[in-house]
């Protein structure tokens, strides 16, 4: 009897044991939350941070040309832009994407800077409400025009922007196009009243068509856009951090752990660029690699047609070598003289693999 009485007294009540199981679950998915390497995120139960609707593909499951050039990316510019992780669903599509997005923002031809072709993003993408384009390449302009509050004008309303004759002329053209209007030479001769030409109307007109595509593709898979984008090209660099990519990465064997916006530009031009050079390159490769068979296969035929000429030639001189031989010698008996000096042997080029080859008669 009392040890049911002292029993009943250091019972723990029930709300307690409840609170006790519910944080005990709780630190279990916090443990099993911790990162898990090559996974597409923490754990099952925990997802990250979303930033698309469609599922991210797991890194292993990837393309090894995909692979090569997003890793190439996150080492020089510190962090992965999303574009990448949300196109790589589609690895044909995402080859295909960034190969026109390298031939229209970093060709080096025309009167267009590459401040200009991300103003002409900043702003058509702005009418476009594309929350991912405006924010990223806000960034990249105020990188490549050392500019830290143009674009957040234009994104407001270009036309109050402080902009100059051409770039407003050239953004007047931009949102044309952007908007459907119907394209007149009046649109032409703004151009060329401020140094444009009919080609730059096209770059201008291409951009702002590439990237309406590309608004729509962040909308309805609702992408959104990294965190570092925020601050680049606002908050000046520590210049007692600026290393370059070569003493940093080369001499002391690792990667950049700080956020470098020219080392991201950088990355991001040279991936671009690198994927469609490595497009040009498979070509090239496969076109190779058929001529050098091709040219193996004929030099094989013709080695083995010319050894073979030898062979039967060889053994043919030497049959009517000996037969005349054979001829003089019974001659020779018949008048009575002597027997003429022997005639030496003539030896037969070895068979080649697979070949073969008549040998001549004794004498």
Known sequence: MARNIFSKLL?????????????GSLLQEKAAAVKVPGSRWSSSNSPPEKISRYPIPYKKDLPYDIVELME????????LPNIFRVLSHRPAEFRAFFAYYNELMNKETGRLTKADRELIVVATSSHNKCLY???????LHRIYSKNPTLSDQVVANYKVAELTPREHAMLEFAMAVCRCDTITDKHFQSLEEVGFDREDAWDIAAIAGFFAMSNRLAHFTDMRPNQEFFNLGRVPRDKSKD???DNYVVKEGKLPKYLSPAGYVKSLETASMKLGADMRMVKVQMMEKREKATKHSRSTTAAANFHSLQIASASSWSRNLCAMYDTSSKMRKISGGGM?????RVPTPQTPPGGSASSPRDP
Request: proline residues 11%; hydrophobic residues 30%; glycine residues 6%.
């Open 11 to 23: 019972r723990v009540p029930t709300s307690m044991q409840l609170a006790c199981l519910r944080t």
């Open 72 to 79: 190439e990316v996150e080492s020089k510019g510190g962090f």
């Open 243 to 245: 290393k370059t990519e």
């Open 133 to 139: 384009c405006v924010v990223s390449h806000s960034a």
């Open 340 to 344: 003429p000096t022997p005639i030496p």
